[in-house]
């Protein structure tokens, strides 16, 4: 077990006394699909001949991935969505007569570090989950995104994984500030972490793409203006806190941050959250509006988008009525347009354009983790370039059709 120090006494509380006899590690993923953090398989059989499945998630060695990252932030929040809040929302829903909502991973143990004592994240944290690939879950190809069927079950997921928790502080509003609010409203960026020259770096790289789109090279000056001043947002998330949709937010979820199980026939099934570092409190939408521009099949997105938009809302809603949530009458569509509509302004159609580089990355030119530097995240030899422009085209066309971008 030396991949994984004292791994032992870090999962013994799950095991009821039985002894680890056997442990086999390896990479579970790929090189560029995941930049947060190293992820390990971790196959053990104990002395009950039980076996256990499980992955490991461990500080990056990359000293700028660490920084980019915020680890001392983000490791703890992801550390306390298993925790604490998942726990919590769990039996808040068991008191009012819900079926639990269980889009997650079980957690086998956590640490920041490999001493007891310490209280902050070092280069000994880990978290241990169990490895949902072995019940037949995955992640879609991020060059292909979700088709129509899959597009609908996870918009109707994310609904739901925002609309507990809004229930949880309408219902019981003291609980949520205590265990829920005070855990994830620190920023998960911060001018240290992620200065703005390197912020700057990446609207630059976009910038330069979209100057290969004829109708836009008029419009370069304005789309840099707006992905400047959206980016120093990042750094600002009580500035997208309006009540009362206010909730836990993902912050990327995308492709690769959801894993998926299908049926025979390809139908899906089941879904699974993944990678909760970013957690923050703010608005729920741009979860919604991220993963719609950046996660479905181009045709599918062009339409269905007002489909998605709605099933959204009634799911949400839903929600609501059945955890017993009074005046309902504050939480208007016409709130959830206008909320949309900021979002997209404020922050997510930056987050998108910005995010189109990694998803759209060869895999087979994928950069190793501990080599990764902001100069290897914007190399555009790497780029599948065809689905990235088809994207990149097709997102400013419409940002612009919906009044979200405004050329001059």
């Given at each position: 077990m030396d991949a994984i120090p004292e791994l032992d006494s870090l999962i013994k509380p799950m095991l009821n006394g039985a002894k680890v006899t056997s442990c086999k590690t390896?990479?579970?993923?790929?090189?560029?699909?995941?930049?947060?953090?190293?992820?390990?398989?971790?196959?053990?059989?104990?002395?009950?001949?039980?076996?256990?499945?499980?992955?490991?998630?461990?500080?990056?060695?990359?000293?700028?991935?660490?920084?980019?990252?915020?680890?001392?932030?983000?490791?703890?929040?992801?550390?306390?969505?298993?925790?604490?809040?998942?726990?919590?929302?769990?039996?808040?829903?068991?008191?009012?007569?819900?079926?639990?909502?269980?889009?997650?991973?079980?957690?086998?143990?956590?640490?920041?570090?490999?001493?007891?004592?310490?209280?902050?994240?070092?280069?000994?944290?880990?978290?241990?989950?169990?490895?949902?690939?072995?019940?037949?879950?995955?992640i879609e190809d991020r060059m292909v995104g979700f088709n129509l069927d899959c597009s609908r079950f996870l918009v109707q997921d994310l609904a739901k994984f925002h609309a507990v928790p809004v229930a949880f502080k309408m219902r019981e509003p003291e609980n949520f500030k205590k265990l829920i609010y005070e855990n994830i409203r620190q920023p998960n960026y911060t001018r240290v972490s992620l200065p703005e020259e390197e912020a700057t770096k990446f609207v630059k790289e976009v910038i330069a793409r979209a100057e290969h789109i004829e109708r836009y090279r008029k419009h370069l000056g304005t789309i840099e203006e707006m992905m400047i001043g959206a980016s120093k947002q990042f750094y600002e998330p009580e500035n997208d806190v309006v009540e009362p949709y206010a909730s836990i937010v993902h912050s990327d979820y995308w492709t690769n941050n959801t894993m998926i199980k299908k049926d025979a026939s390809g139908k899906c099934i089941a879904n699974c959250f993944v990678d909760f570092q970013m957690l923050i409190y703010a608005n729920p939408f741009s979860d919604l509006m991220f993963f719609l521009y950046s996660s479905v099949q181009l045709p599918v997105l062009k339409e269905h988008y007002q489909e998605f938009i709605d099933l959204y809302y009634d799911t949400f809603i839903q929600v609501l009525k059945d955890h017993k949530v009074e005046d309902l009458g504050q939480f208007t569509k016409e709130l959830y347009l206008k909320e949309i509509d900021r979002c997209m302004i404020r922050l997510e159609m930056y987050h998108t354009l910005f995010m189109l580089t990694p998803i759209y990355?060869?895999?087979?030119?994928?950069?190793?983790?501990?080599?990764?530097?902001?100069?290897?995240?914007?190399?555009?030899?790497?780029?599948?370039?065809?689905?990235?422009?088809a994207r990149l085209e097709f997102c400013l066309d419409d940002f612009v059709k919906r009044g979200w971008l405004k050329l001059d």
């Open positions: 390896k990479s579970l993923i790929a090189n560029g699909e995941n930049y947060g953090s190293i992820m390990l398989a971790v196959d053990l059989v104990l002395d009950t001949k039980e076996e256990l499945h499980l992955v490991a998630k461990m500080c990056p060695t990359s000293e700028f991935i660490k920084q980019m990252f915020n680890i001392g932030v983000t490791f703890k929040k992801e550390v306390v969505l298993y925790k604490t809040i998942v726990p919590t929302l769990q039996d808040f829903q068991r008191r009012n007569n819900c079926t639990p909502f269980n889009s997650y991973a079980k957690c086998y143990g956590s640490r920041y570090s490999l001493d007891p004592n310490k209280t902050e994240v070092d280069d000994g944290c880990c978290l241990i989950l169990e490895n949902i690939k072995v019940k037949g879950f995955d990355a060869k895999k087979e030119k994928a950069t190793e983790l501990s080599e990764l530097d902001m100069a290897a995240i914007n190399d555009r030899s790497k780029m599948d370039h065809e689905k990235y422009y």
